[in-house]
């Protein structure tokens, strides 16, 4: 098992930045893909950006060049770095990670951008 704890959303203006942090616990060493996700209302939720055990990451193309996900592995944690925010970035934003076999969500941490 792995319990995932989000932090760092907020309500930001648009052109602001936020950080968001997924610290993991339980059974870490089989952890491969940390990543997040986000859902928007009345809209399905989409892949924001992954990063692999091996540090390659990948990003959806609405959010690449602003976002940043990067992970420290000495402290179990995920980040994602969101510069240059708009608006139709506000959504609920879930972590994800992927062991062999298994998929864990964190609660979801709101993110939301003003005009």
């Known amino acids: 098992q792995v319990q995932l704890v989000e932090s760092g959303g907020g309500l930001v203006q648009a052109g602001g930045s936020l950080r968001l942090s997924c610290a993991a616990s339980?059974?870490?060493?089989?952890?491969?893909?940390m990543g997040w996700y986000r859902q928007a209302p009345g809209k399905q939720r989409e892949s924001v950006a992954v990063?692999?055990?091996?540090?390659?990451?990948n990003y959806a193309a609405s959010v690449k060049g602003r976002f940043t996900i990067s992970r420290d592995n000495a402290k179990n944690t995920a980040y994602l770095q969101m510069n240059s925010l708009k608006p139709e970035d506000t959504a609920v934003y879930y972590c994800?990670?992927?062991?062999?076999?298994?998929?864990?969500w964190g609660q979801g941490t709101q993110v939301t951008v003003s005009s």
């Open positions: 994800n990670v992927l062991t062999i076999g298994s998929a864990y």
């Open positions: 339980g059974r870490i060493a089989s952890i491969n893909v």
């Open positions: 990063i692999t055990s091996g540090d390659i990451t």
